[in-house]
């Protein structure tokens, strides 16, 4: 939404594309370690991802490209956002805003992959 009150339909499509291709690679993992563990959905108890190298090799790469890892195409669409919220005339604060919810999705996904690896 913010990418759309920035002036940039395009990148804002871009960035949505890419967005939801790697949640659904997300997701499509998470069911596949749900239906690993006898439909056990609580992520303490699962235990590690190496028994399923398939697996952990795609969410590991869905959660490096939803960080906005170089040279992967979240990367890129996030650094085009982020370039042309500092090239806006907006609010410090609204740049503020930009940024921390960048950095708090690195950090939740981040997260996430450190507790089940």
Known sequence: IG???IGLPNIALFH???HALFKALLFVCAGTIIHFNSHNQDLRTTGKLLNMPITSSCFIAANLALCGTPFLAA???KDII???TLQAPINLL???LFFAA???TAIYTSRFLINLL
């Open 82 to 84: 982020l370039e042309h």
């Open 102 to 104: 960048t950095s708090f």
């Open 16 to 18: 949505l594309i890419t």
């Open 94 to 96: 609204i740049i503020s």
């Open 75 to 77: 990367f890129y669409s």
């Open 3 to 5: 990418r759309l009150g």
